[in-house]
Every structure is written in C-alpha cells, then in structure tokens.
C-alpha cells in the first residue's frame, strides 16, 4: 500500500521502474538549487508551448512517484503546477489562488520531490478551494480535502520559492538542515 507523504508516494518499486525514478528525478531541480527560492510570475500565454510543459510535468511526476510537481522545480519561473486532485484525476493549475482554508488543521510528514531523504511535519489547513486555469486557459475551481489539499498547499508554496523546511518546526528544519549540509565525498 503506498503512503502519500506530501509531495511523494512512498512504495516499493520493482527495478526498470526504480531506474524511471531515478531518471526522472535527475531532471528535477534539487536543493539548494537556487530556482527552488524564487518566486515564480504569473503565466500570461496560454500556449502550445505551456501544454507540453504541462504534459513534460506530469510524465516527469509519475515517473519520479510524486503526487504534485511545481514549474520551479523544473526551472520554469511560472505560476503553475501539477497535482493529484483526486484519486485519479491529475490536473495542471496555472495562476493558482488559494481562496478558501479551513480552521481546522493537521500535522503530517511531508517529503518533497526536490529534498530527496527528508521527511519533515508541516501543520497545514485540512480543507482548502484553490481556483486558477487550466493549461489551455478555462478557470477551474478545486474542493480539496486530505491528501490532496496538503499536496495543493505544498505546491502552491513552490511558487513562491517556499520549502517544506520553512513550514516545519525549528527542531525538525535544524535536523533536516544538517542532513542537507553538503558534505565533502572523498573517492
Ligand atoms: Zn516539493
């Protein structure tokens, strides 16, 4: 049974499909990767060229076992993402706005497809709407409860250049910071 930690889907994978991760994953900005902590502007053209990026995006983040993967991740400076919006339903939002958030929040682990190692809690609002359009440029409204407004948020803050280490509590961020320290391999 696969687990859905944020921005990933934790399972077991046979190897050729272990090798389309890790292909996969070699194509995805890493942090520090400085494209991580920019802020994304507002996509103005929707065109051929935003479709295919939404069609690279959402082949890259099946292969990479994600349930969401946002542009800057990819090194494209723009406001949009993908996600898993239902159980089998995965969409492109561009322009996103989150517009409604409920009281009521809930602290879970999440990874993130460009923090590969760390899992971290991040306290997050349990139901949230975010409306924005879709690649070909329709407004679209999504209703979203756990996992998939976790993932909507997660993503949502890409845009902005924020990271699961941001919204985590000082413990964990100094834990995860330490892990992400780079080292010095000796070969
Ligand atoms: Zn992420």
Known sequence: MAEIEGQIRDEELDPERDARRRLALAQIRQYPDAALRMKARPVEEFDDQLVSLAERMKFLMRDANGIGLAAPQVGVLQRIFVFQASE???VALANPEIVEASE????????CLSIQGVLVPVERPVRVTVAGRDEHGAEVRYELEEPYSRVAQHENDHL???LIVDRT???ARREALGFLRPRIVLQ
């Open 88 to 90: 089998d339903d995965v």
């Open 169 to 171: 509590t000082p413990e």
């Open 104 to 111: 009521e929040t809930e602290v879970d682990d999440e990874g």
């Open 160 to 162: 902005d250049g924020v």
